[in-house]
């Protein structure tokens, strides 16, 4: 330990291991947490399970980066990730907690289960507990297969999983913090852990669009579970103009399902410049998917845009129906529609809008954040 300039001994700077499950397959809303936390911890290491250094690289550049054993797989597995669960445990406990004071898990899924140090203190940042193992089962495993001695194998594998996913989460040395109500009941359900509430951060335009236009927008990773095509079938049955911003594995048959119309555009992913103009111009954001928070739709409010939203998951604690968006609580084509019409009939106050919004910005979730990891400083 260093001596400071009276001879006095110097406390030592606490090192800290910041975790997350994939950084190879999506850019999300848990990535845009994660960098906020490498904001806010600058000189924090890293580790993670798969590492895409072109898609992440900018992100973590100077970084230093550890991957677990499943970085030497197969590309073709790296990107499948629910083809890798045989072998997540251990490439879990293979990631090296030694020489680090507080090891902070922003996880999804697995990374939660990091194994720890005597003398350490995990803090978890849960978007979610895994859902495949609990409020997913087994819908997630009907998506996949149908083949019998496959399912065999997946529900002896599964169950495994589940035991040390909920033994783990019982340790003393694991704190909790959920990313909404939603995800704290989860917690409390799967695992009877109870858990602070710190909402995740959300950047937000500095001015919003002056006009609206005509059509509407979703911005998501395009993703089966995300439920696009609803989006996509209402608008091409109203002959009204989608602008889908985002990319990922359900693009193909989403262009598919658009058919070469002119009213459905796909955008791919673009900077945050082009996202905010194109949200603002919207009549509305579409949402149509159950998610443990939502940042996009609070985005969306930011922007001066109502929202359109399933009344399920986070987006039930973050739209207030009627004053910032409108709700429909059956995942069909025609209860989207139905509430598109509502959407169209109402005069939204941008001013309402962005106020809701400013609930959730970074300076918020850093200084709430900044107290947990505070307390648990050694």
Partial sequence: ?????????????????????????????????????????????????????????????????QTSILQRFPSYLKRRPHMLLPWVRRAVESLDTRGYDIVLAASSAWVKN?????????????????????????QAMNRRTHNSLVRLFITNLASKLRLWD???????????????????????????????????????????????????VVVSVLSAYKQIDLAIQAC???????????????????????????????????????????????RGFLFCSVEDFGIAPVESMGCGTPVVALRAGGVAETVVDGETGVFYSQPSVEALRAAMTECTKRTWNTDILRKRADKYRPAIFRKRLQVVVGGNKA
């Fill in 1 to 65: 330990m260093a001596l400071d300039a009276k001879g006095g001994m110097m406390a030592r700077k606490q090192r800290m291991l910041i975790v997350h499950d994939w950084l190879n397959v999506k850019d999300g809303g848990a990535e845009l947490v994660l960098y906020e936390l490498l904001d806010m911890y600058p000189d924090a290491d890293v580790a993670t399970l798969i590492y895409n250094k072109r898609m992440f690289g900018s992100r973590l550049k100077g970084r230093k980066v």
């Fill in 114 to 138: 990091i194994s720890l140090q005597p003398s350490q203190h995990c803090i978890i940042y849960c978007h979610s507990p895994a859902r495949m193992l609990w409020d997913s089962w087994p």
């Fill in 166 to 216: 909920y033994y783990e989460s019982q340790s003393d040395q694991r704190e909790f913090i959920a990313n909404s109500q939603t995800v704290a009941e989860r917690i409390k359900k799967f695992y009877h852990r109870t858990s602070k509430v710190i909402v995740p951060p959300v950047e937000l335009p500095p001015t919003i669009a002056a006009d609206k236009q005509g059509y509407w």
């Fill in 236 to 282: 091409l049955q109203r002959k009204e103009r989608l602008i889908i911003v985002g990319d990922g594995p359900d693009r193909a048959r989403l262009t598919e399902l658009a058919d070469g119309s002119d009213l459905i555009e796909f955008r791919g992913r673009v900077d945050e410049t082009e996202k905010w103009r194109l949200i603002s111009a919207a």
